[in-house]
DNA sequence: TAGGCCATCTGGTCCT
DNA sequence: AGGACCAGATGGCCTA
């Protein structure tokens, strides 16, 4: 009768069954016990036996094969039933820890994945599209902080698809489509954020103007406001991804460009994100530098609130 | 159906 | 010796 380690697969749990029973069926491939013997008896005594009565086998045979490689070169060394069972387990061992490895990799990935714009719970970046565009996010904050100046939306499109693939680059011009329209045009669905403070900000209704029937609007501009992320490290937040289709993005110059909007005033809307934000936080917790961004925010606000040039 | 993405297994290497 | 890390191999799932 063949038992399985179910200790390992349960405390090792993957997302998916179809995994789990696929990897079932891997172990039971790989620890086929002999038979006539329980796996879990394999198993339990493996380390024991191993240690125990592998001494003098293995010395033997380590003896013998040595002789033999001494002799003819290249000659496998056979192992000892205890030796193979031990082997076995410490395989299994270490199949269960890369396992939990790489499920550790996966939830950091997420945890990026969560605070790189174009979050979607169900539309998930891949894992080197995360990357890549994490360390283009990454990039153009960067070059935000060092220069002191924020680039046009263009600018900033084009720095964090950079390397992306067309997919992605799509899925991106999607939601830089809909930050800049969708809000306004459609009542009642789910809106979304460029970054995910947005939602934050959505919740308390902080920021809805008059044009939007009390629905906060995300200003145009805001794409450039990176910042946003500097005050909300809770983006626990859906997407319009996750609600429906998108309408197509319309590429041009081998990037992509965005619907023009009729010029919508999100001014007022968005001095008051900005204020809250500030505002909201402990005087301990402001550096210096931020306001000194925040501020500079705001006296070019009106040069980014400018329809976008085609 | 091909290709992309992913999870898992596996053996090798390095480090403690 | 044993664990962490890595890269290659393999096979499943999904989508265009």
């Known amino acids: 009768m063949l038992t399985l380690p179910f200790d390992e697969l349960s405390s090792n749990q993957t997302s998916s069954p179809i995994r789990t029973s696929w990897a079932t069926n891997q172990i039971i491939k790989s620890v086929k016990p002999e038979p006539g013997r329980a796996l879990q008896d394999t198993l339990k005594s493996g380390r024991e036996d191993g240690e125990r009565h592998g001494t003098e ?18 000659r496998k060394k056979k192992l000892s039933q205890a030796r193979q069972d031990r082997v076995r387990l410490r395989r299994i061992e270490a199949n269960a820890r890369e396992r939990n ?22 539309q998930k970046l891949s894992k080197i599209e995360t990357l890549r565009l994490a360390k283009n996010y990454i990039w153009a904050l960067g070059e935000i902080l060092s220069t002191g100046k924020r680039p046009d939306l263009l600018t900033f499109a084009q720095t ?27 009542s009642g669905g789910e809106s979304f954020s460029l970054y995910p403070a947005y939602h934050h900000y959505r919740a308390e209704g902080v920021g809805a103007s ?53 010029p919508v005033d999100y001014r007022s809307c968005h001095y008051g994100l900005r204020y809250r934000s500030i505002s909201q936080s402990s005087s301990a917790d402001i550096n210096p530098y931020d306001i000194h961004l925040c501020g500079q925010f705001y006296q070019v606000q009106e040069d980014l609130n400018k329809p976008f040039p085609n």
């Open 210 to 262: 008059s044009a939007d029937n009390g629905r906060p609007l995300r200003p145009f501009s805001s794409f450039c406001g990176p910042y946003d992320a500097l005050y909300d490290l809770s983006p626990d937040c859906s997407s319009p991804l996750d609600a429906g289709p998108l309408s197509p993005p319309i590429n041009f110059n081998g990037i992509f460009s965005l619907k023009h909007e009729e």
């Open 57 to 74: 086998e293995e010395e033997q045979e380590e003896e013998e094969a040595g002789g033999d490689l001494r002799r003819r070169g290249s």
């Open 101 to 122: 490895r790489m499920h550790g990799l996966n939830n950091a990935l997420d945890s990026l994945r969560k605070v790189v714009p174009c979050y979607s719970k169900t």
């Open 160 to 186: 964090l698809c950079k390397g992306l693939s067309q997919p992605t680059t799509n899925l991106m011009a999607s939601y830089l489509q809909l930050n800049t329209h969708s809000f306004i045009s459609e």
